[in-house]
């Protein structure tokens, strides 16, 4: 349990501290007392150990897209134009941060009304949400069996008889009026689409005896969890059929139905979104064009590393060779493959995995160039889950001191090492950021300075308490040697699964799908299968 | 089908509608002879609108210019590039420009530093506080969020609890920027310059209105249209929207009582909103004429940017959602809203504060606006400042030109254009003379002649009465809400007859 441990104090030191040392002592893991408790159990059969409180989640914006895609075949993404701003913090789907306001109400409306309007007027997709052929336009039993079929897609579990019945009432009521069965479907759809138990997903569950706040999810609710979590979108019909059947309930057959969702695109959708929101590039400050070339890039990495070679995630940030076409490969200074889009070695370019592409090199830039206490900041913050406090409150960052009058970047940048108050949290991020300033914003090698051709960029940095570097690949490195990056991983998509921060009672879950990086196979798909296998992930602790 | 249930509503979340069964428009008939005031002895409504852009008066290192501050006081004030655009619309006669503006500032960053009523701490992002609500910052302490809180009610909110009650809407908020356009943060109260009291007697946040689409379609709601057959289709689609909601209301009800506390009050929230929309739908709409007209249907929204965050990203969309259209539809929108009398207090927030936007198809220069406010030169800037202007004018002038009485909307109105910064001493590094970052010398557009405010010239503030909030309280005051703003209560000097 060696990792265990050296994990363990890293990451509750991420979360307990937040603060910046001088010496910069925290990076290396060489705290660890030895005395910390063994990290969540081996099948985790005692439950609710693991398992820190979780709230009501709204749908995303683009779940919510997704969610009318895949129940309506409505694949207009209207939502992410109508309702209020998800903000990426990095994720989008933290809850607290989640208001009912009156403009998400009125788009939950409006989207629900055009929804069900277009429904009406495409016979074809009509048809297949509907399931059934009206005989007039009062048939009911064609109505009752629409509803049944069509709101268990919409609030993802079976309707009640009398649930039903109301909705059956609604519909004929506007049949009858407008002689037409699919005006009756069309109210249907428009109530269902804005129902509590569509836009949020709700879970109540049964208490656990002897557990205060503890509740078991239902099996529907499982159900759910698992088609966000993988998918982003709601539960398929085979997915709900399996929950109607009770066979969601251990942790073999959650993995086994994890294995089946994980070959859908739908979660190479997903997986591929994770790591564009966790490391930042999932919009782009660039041409329509650069963008889509940097985003195939960095989407086939993830794609060949997790889903074709099935191989150990941290190759995602060692691989030799990348998927690009002959003009991305003038913009890197690499040999051309072709002019479509190819594997091309990376060679001894110094470059190496995701953190020598463009994506991710263009995130936490500074205005007019690169920042290198930005990337710095980011990449302890995001990659390493180590918490940088804000500057104190006689800094303005917008405007950094000018005591130091220099042409240099990094003569520039000397200020902060000087002034006694910066220098504890400039330390832990300008050293990274230098590392990398041989990498432009858009990913390009230089060797000097834009601006300034007599200031030439060492490309020289340190991990401070770790190693000193130079490029992306040995960063990364770094990163992958002391296990700083696995440890954070798996923080992040326990946030991400949750819609909340890191809490202390999350520990040994999160330090258990640590381990599954570093001492089992290494696979990103094991690690959500670890997830989703585990007693928490079917329990709920109220807040 | 009227909806069957009308319970009470269990908190006080309609705010201007409750009782308000009517909401009509100031026809001519409805004037006395003389056509200054309502022939049932009530006065004619008056309107309050605060417009905000996320931009300062100086770039770094820059000195103040008159791109925006006109060089004379007076009527016929001088008009640089900044203001140019009140010419051009011809309305400077209706603008007024207060000048030497300022948000006091804590002096130093120590705890026993005191931070001066209606103050700003030393860190110059916290000075939202003050700008929106009147009250001072709270105070800025290391390692905390450093989200910039809002303490006290906004001015729109003000005015919209003490007159809402009289229209459909107790006030309209409206944002024109669409996105945050920067990831990886949180918006920090970045957005949004509407603030009220709930009823919990908290502080919340109004979220504003985003799509202009969305504003459109809530806003015209209750007109029914003359043609007969479209006036049947729209009175059907109406009752379609009530049937549906009267389901998804009781549905909810019942899921409430399902969940734990927390989730409870979350749902509740959810639940009080979606009960407003079915109060709204019960509203009687206005009497359609006269210069009350439906706007014809807007359309989709443009698309949305993506994230922008430096020069080499001007020429595409990043940044950028066509808020020039959006600003543009969402000013017609309010224009029609105060014609109808639809509301009388509304936000109009243009940019946020520190705005990412990507101002390259508005100004021609390459830049997120709050980069340019570091980073770019005053010429550049001065460009912006007009567009935000260009806007501000282009609504007066429609008011200006819609009759009422015997004079025009605008007559009724108090509009303010209120900006983030100014431009002066840097209390953040206490060294830098001209920084982006100073509450010091701001200024404010003031437009209308409601009760009596002066319009078409150019005041400097006198010294004691010279806080944004001052300017606040007199607009207030000209639409007849005799309230503190915050803890700013004086009036400022000359801008309000008596």
């Not at chain 1, 656990?208 to 398929?236: H, M, Q």
């Not at chain 1, 990094?410 to 330390?427: F, M, S, T």
């Not at chain 2, 655009?85 to 002096?107: C, Y």
């Not at chain 2, 949004?192 to 979220?207: F, K, L, P």
Request: aromatic fraction near 6%; proline fraction near 6%.
């Amino acid at each position: 349990m060696r990792f265990s441990l050296v994990l363990g104090s890293l990451a509750v030191a991420a979360i307990a501290l937040g603060g910046c040392r001088d010496n910069g002592s925290s990076g290396g893991g060489t705290e660890t007392d030895g005395n910390e408790t063994e990290s969540g159990g081996e099948t985790g059969e005692e439950s609710s150990d693991a398992l820190g409180p979780v709230g009501l989640r709204r749908l995303t914006r683009y779940e919510y897209d997704n969610t009318l895609r895949d129940i309506l075949g409505d694949s207009s993404r209207p939502g992410s134009q109508v309702l209020p701003e998800d903000p990426f913090t990095p994720f989008d789907n933290e809850y607290g941060g989640q208001e009912a306001s009156q403009p998400l109400i009125e788009g939950l409306e409006s989207l629900a009304r055009d929804a069900a309007q277009d429904l009406r007027d495409d016979p074809a997709r009509r048809d297949e949400v509907v399931g059934c052929t009206p005989v007039g336009p009062s048939d009911d039993e064609c109505m009752g069996q629409f509803v049944a079929r069509f709101g268990r897609r919409a609030l993802r579990r079976s309707l009640s008889a009398t649930e039903v019945d109301d909705y059956v009432a609604l519909g004929l009521a506007y049949a009858d009026r407008e002689s037409d069965f699919y005006a009756g479907m069309e109210v249907i759809v428009r109530a269902l689409l804005q129902d509590g138990e569509m836009v949020y997903r709700v879970e109540t569950g049964t208490p656990v005896d002897g557990e205060p706040g503890v509740f078991a999810l239902g099996d529907f609710e499982i159900a759910s969890r698992l088609s966000y979590l993988l998918w982003a979108s709601a539960p398929s019909d085979a997915l709900l059929d399996a929950a109607e059947a009770g066979e969601l309930r251990t942790p073999e057959q959650r993995q086994a139905m994890a294995r089946t969702m994980l070959e859908d695109p739908r979660a190479r959708a997903q997986v591929d979104r994770f790591h564009a929101m966790w490391l930042g590039y999932v919009q782009l400050p660039h041409s329509a064009e650069l963008t889509n070339a940097l985003r195939t890039e960095t989407s086939a990495l993830v794609e060949q590393v997790i889903f074709e070679d099935a191989s150990a995630w941290i190759d995602l940030f060692t691989a030799t060779e990348t998927f690009i076409d002959a003009t991305l490969a003038e913009h890197y200074g690499l040999p051309a493959g072709g002019s479509e889009a190819s594997w091309v070695p990376y060679g001894d370019s110094g470059r190496r995995g995701i953190l020598s592409h463009g994506s991710f090199l263009s995130v936490a830039a500074g205005p007019g160039d690169t920042s290198p206490t930005r990337r710095g900041k980011w990449i302890r913050e995001q990659l390493m889950c180590q918490p940088i406090p804000p500057p104190p409150p006689d800094v303005d960052a917008d405007n950094p001191p000018t005591e130091i009058e220099a042409d240099c970047k990094a003569d520039q940048y000397l200020i902060h090492a000087e002034v006694g108050a910066c220098r504890g949290c400039h330390a832990q991020m300008d050293p990274i950021g230098f590392g990398l300033e041989q990498y432009d914003r858009e990913g390009r090698f230089r060797t000097t300075e834009p601006d300034s051709p007599q200031c030439s960029i060492s490309g020289d940095g340190e991990l401070v308490g770790v190693a000193p570097f130079n490029g992306p690949a040995e960063l990364s490195g770094l990163l992958v040697d002391n296990s700083l990056i696995q440890s954070c991983v798996a923080q992040q998509l326990y946030r991400f699964a949750l819609g909340r921060e890191v809490e202390f009672d999350d520990m040994p879950l999160v330090l258990e799908m640590a381990d599954e990086l570093t001492e089992g196979d290494g696979r990103f798909d094991t690690l959500l299968a670890t997830l989703v296998a585990h007693p928490a992930f079917a329990l709920r602790r109220e807040e | 089908m009227v909806s069957s249930k009308f319970r009470l509503p269990r908190r006080t979340f309609l705010r201007g509608l409750g009782g308000a069964a009517l909401a009509l428009p100031t026809l001519e008939i409805m004037l006395n002879d003389s056509g200054e005031a309502l022939a049932s002895g009530g006065s004619m409504p008056l309107r309050y609108l605060v417009c905000f852009g996320g931009f300062s008066l100086v770039t770094d290192g820059s000195a103040l210019t008159n791109d925006y501050i006109p060089m004379t006081t007076g009527p016929d004030y001088s008009l640089g590039t900044g203001l140019a655009p009140l010419a051009t619309r011809g309305v400077q006669d209706r603008v007024t420009v207060v000048s030497g503006l300022s948000i006091p500032s804590q002096l130093a960053q120590d705890e026993n530093e005191p931070i001066p009523p209606a103050g700003r701490t030393v860190h110059f992002h916290a000075h939202i506080n003050p700008v929106v609500s009147g009250m001072r910052s709270v105070p800025w302490l290391a390692n905390d969020t450093h989200i910039p809180t809002v303490t006290g009610r906004s001015s729109d909110q003000i005015v919209g609890d003490a007159v809402g009650h009289e229209t459909s809407f107790a006030s309209l908020v409206y944002r024109a920027q669409a996105l945050l356009y920067n990831t990886g943060t949180y918006p920090m109260n970045r957005d949004t310059i509407s603030y009220r009291r709930n009823d919990r007697g908290e502080i919340e946040r109004v979220v504003p209105v985003v799509s202009p689409r969305q504003a459109y379609d809530s806003l015209f709601l209750g007109f029914v249209p003359d043609d007969p057959a479209e006036a049947a289709a729209k009175e059907l689609e109406l009752d379609k929207r009530r049937s549906v909601l009267d389901l998804v209301d009781r549905r909810m009800g019942g899921l409430v009582d399902r969940l734990g506390t927390a989730d409870r009050t979350r749902l509740e929230q959810h639940y009080d909103e979606i009960r407003a929309l079915e109060m709204r739908l019960e509203l009687d709409g206005p009497k359609v004429g006269g210069e009350c007209q439906q706007l014809p249907d807007p359309g989709n929204d443009p698309p949305l940017g993506g994230e922008f965050s430096g020069e080499d990203a001007y020429d595409v969309n990043a940044g950028y959602s066509d808020e020039d259209s959006r600003l543009r539809l969402m000013c017609d929108l309010m224009h029609i809203a105060f014609t109808c009398d639809l509301t009388r207090a509304g936000s109009l927030m243009f940019t946020m504060f520190q705005s990412f936007m990507n101002v390259n198809p508005i100004t021609g220069h390459p830049y997120g606006l709050h980069d340019m406010s570091h980073n770019g030169e005053i010429p550049e800037l001065a460009d912006a400042m007009a567009w935000h202007v260009e806007h501000f004018a282009y609504l007066v002038g429609r008011l200006a030109d819609t009759p009422e009485g015997t004079g025009s909307v605008l007559d009724s109105c108090a509009m303010l254009l209120m900006n983030e910064a100014g431009g002066g001493f840097s209390y953040e590094n206490g060294v830098t003379q001209w920084s982006a970052h100073s509450t010091d010398n701001m200024a404010m557009l003031v437009a209308g002649g409601a009760g009596g405010l002066l319009q078409g010239e150019h005041i400097v503030a006198p010294s004691g009465a010279n806080h944004p909030g001052n300017v606040v309280v007199s607009a207030m005051r000209a639409v007849g809400v005799d309230e503190d703003f915050g803890e700013v209560s004086g009036v400022m000097p000359g801008l309000l007859d008596g």
